[in-house]
């Protein structure tokens, strides 16, 4: 079976642009998270969907933003990308964001 | 209160070690402990995890043990092997909400 899944695996923007990144959850899962996780850090909760509708968000601006599609696979959007916005972005999902949560392989955003 | 305190920040220890990684948290709603280990380049990969109700739970070579009261649990490897050498976060839930994760701890073993 495959695990979640997501892409593009690297991406390099510059300052200002907007970035979209996609994930795919495990075959059955209806819900997915994101994480951002800084280089040496542990990964910091964004936002958790559950059958399309949000569910929680973590302490991230308004330029973040995501959706999660009839199919679940999740969108994470990001608008006028700061320095600091470049991290390892982690989508996780979980059957029905209960408990058990499987992590992709993650993106690496790069900001220019 | 909604931090998880994780130490030591890095461990080396010798092949057939037992390597302890020690977590510590303030809020009582907290109701699921996953340990995730993570290596480079990669996503963290669910180890083991456990609920308040229970003190100790074993998977295989890794153990978490829990003191509610103290609000503290950790992780033990069993007979370490250099193949462990990762980056070890452990976590805490709340009902299915967030999950909010400690800082890390770099293990290397060595051979």
């Known amino acids: 079976d495959a695990g979640v899944t997501q892409s593009p695996t690297h991406l390099i923007k510059t300052r200002g642009q907007h970035v979209t990144l996609r994930c795919s959850p495990i075959?059955?899962?209806?819900?997915v998270s994101w994480y951002q996780q800084v280089l040496g850090q542990g990964p910091q909760f964004i936002f958790q969907y559950y059958e399309k509708e949000e569910r929680g968000r973590g302490n991230f601006p308004d330029r973040f933003s995501a959706r999660q599609f009839p199919n679940y696979s999740s969108e994470l959007n990001v608008n006028a990308l700061l320095l600091g916005d470049s991290a390892l972005y982690l989508c996780?999902?979980?059957?029905?964001?209960?408990?058990?949560?499987?992590f992709g392989p993650g993106t690496r955003l790069t900001v220019t | 209160q909604q931090q998880v305190k994780q130490s030591p920040q890095s461990l080396i220890v010798q092949k057939g070690g037992i390597p302890i990684i020690n977590c510590a948290y303030e809020?009582?709603?907290?109701?699921?402990f996953p340990w995730y280990q993570q290596f480079p380049g990669k996503g963290p990969a669910l180890l083991i995890a456990?609920?308040?109700?229970?003190s100790e739970k074993k998977e295989g070579r890794f153990t978490i043990s829990f003191n509610k009261s103290a609000k503290q649990f950790s992780l033990h490897i069993m007979d370490s092997q250099p193949g462990d050498s990762a980056t070890y976060f452990c976590a805490a839930r709340r009902g299915g909400f967030k999950t909010i994760f400690g800082a890390g701890t770099r293990l290397f073993v060595k051979a």
């Open positions: 809020n009582t709603a907290f109701d699921y």
């Open positions: 456990i609920r308040p109700d229970v």
């Open positions: 996780a999902s979980s059957f029905d964001g209960s408990y058990e949560q499987y």
């Open positions: 075959s059955g899962h209806k819900s």
